[in-house]
């Protein structure tokens, strides 16, 4: 299985290559958004700002969003739950628009939003498999989906209620930092390269009954004809 983590080139990917390592998985780094999408599943790290993020998509946003609404598995975690959205008050530039909705700044005092947090409401498969309650935050924007129901775990900040996690079919999406959230939160990671590998295996299972049933129905054809 191959998972490609797209690099907006603005920091360092390592931790995040680390905890995604895993038996018979292979972590390539592209900066190329329609390269990026090649892969069995992608990552969206949350290293940098909205505006930056942005304009390194460039002209393979189009490229990189029919991929995720096509169903490719995706993770983004910060700033790459951040740019799935519409648009961001950080800065200018178009998200993927994969999620209805903008980003906005936190309605609190202290910003940024840095150090451990609780989840709040969280009901995912992924957050039961690793246990991970209290997660690792470094931000100052957070989502605001149209649709609250795609919201699978909450968080609030000085009274300031938002998205924690985010779920759109294939695609998830975390404001917290799952790599730099101790052992729950590399177990996260974990949880999620399963998750994949589990979809894959069901599609190529589809493909292959898919593949028999129409061997059979030709040979059934041939034999019928062959009766006549």
């Known amino acids: 299985m191959r998972i490609v983590l797209f690099d907006y080139g603005a920091g360092n990917l390592h931790s995040l290559q680390k905890a995604l390592e895993r038996p018979g998985v292979t972590v390539a780094v592209e900066r190329d958004p329609a390269r990026a999408v090649a892969g069995d599943a992608l990552v969206l790290p949350g290293v940098g700002a909205f505006q930056a993020a942005t304009t390194a998509l460039g002209e393979g946003r189009a490229v990189m ?4 609404r096509a169903g490719l598995p995706t993770l983004g975690i910060c700033l790459g739950m951040q740019i799935m959205f519409e648009a961001s008050d950080e800065g200018g530039g178009a998200g993927l628009g994969v999620i209805a909705g903008r980003c906005r700044k936190f309605d609190a005092a202290r910003v940024p939003q840095i150090g451990w947090n609780p989840l709040v409401e969280a009901h995912d498969p992924l957050l039961d498999a690793s246990g991970l309650t209290t997660p690792y935050y470094a931000n100052s ?11 699978v775990a909450w968080g609030e900040h000085e009274g300031d209620r938002f998205p924690a996690m985010v779920r759109v079919g294939a695609c998830v999406g975390t404001q917290f930092h799952p790599e730099k959230s101790s052992t729950a939160g590399v177990s996260f990671v974990h ?11 069901a599609r190529d299972a589809r493909a ?4 028999t049933a129409a061997i059979a129905a030709h040979l059934n054809t041939e034999i019928t004809e062959d009766g006549r």
């Open 191 to 201: 949880a999620w390269v399963r998750e994949v590998r589990d979809r894959l295996e």
């Open 208 to 211: 292959t009954t898919a593949v």
């Open 65 to 68: 969003a029919d991929a995720i």
């Open 141 to 151: 924007f957070v989502g605001a989906p149209v649709d609250p129901s795609v919201v």
